[in-house]
């Protein structure tokens, strides 16, 4: 079975709405799922999983958000070689950096070995009723690439 972890960090609850949704994805997939807000986990413990998805609201004029700062240093401690990640976060178009930490995430991510498997996902503040939607597809997909990558790598296909 494929495990997916979510680890998000959200003030106003516009981010922990945009995980929960994948999350949903996640679970309609049939992966497993682990959700965690970037407070309550070390980084290491993205080792232990196929997929790793996450977020984070932009704060100020492009910069992640205090509460993700520590788990942040600590993900330099990760070897994430190989492993299939996304990013997400909710934005605010009125700050000239738009959703830069999504951007900063997915470059973290890349320095620690892992392949972004989907083009980061990016909402104007609070997800509507069709963002909803297509971050629970984001979900479904993200767990259907890792499938195909599982299935393909267990059958000694190389990828």
């Not at 972890?5 to 497993?32: C, K, P, Q």
């Amino acid at each position: 079975m494929v495990k997916v972890i979510v680890i998000f960090a959200s003030m106003t609850g516009n981010t922990e709405e945009m995980a929960d949704y994948i999350a949903d994805g996640v679970r309609e997939a049939g992966a497993e799922l682990t959700l965690k807000s970037v407070m309550d986990v070390n980084a290491s413990v993205m080792e232990n999983y196929d997929g790793i998805a996450l977020g984070a609201y932009t704060w100020g004029d492009g910069d992640l958000p205090d509460e993700f700062l520590d788990f942040y240093e600590e993900m330099d401690e990760v070897d994430l070689t190989g492993k299939q990640a996304v990013a997400f976060g909710s934005c605010d178009s009125s700050y000239s950096e738009y959703g830069a930490a999504v951007d900063l995430l997915e470059r973290k991510l890349e320095e620690l070995g892992a392949v972004i498997a989907l083009p980061g996902m990016k909402v104007e503040l609070g997800p509507s009723a069709q963002e909803k939607e297509q971050l629970k597809q984001f979900g479904i997909t993200f767990v259907n690439h890792l499938r195909v990558l599982k299935e393909a790598t267990a059958g000694g296909t190389i990828v």
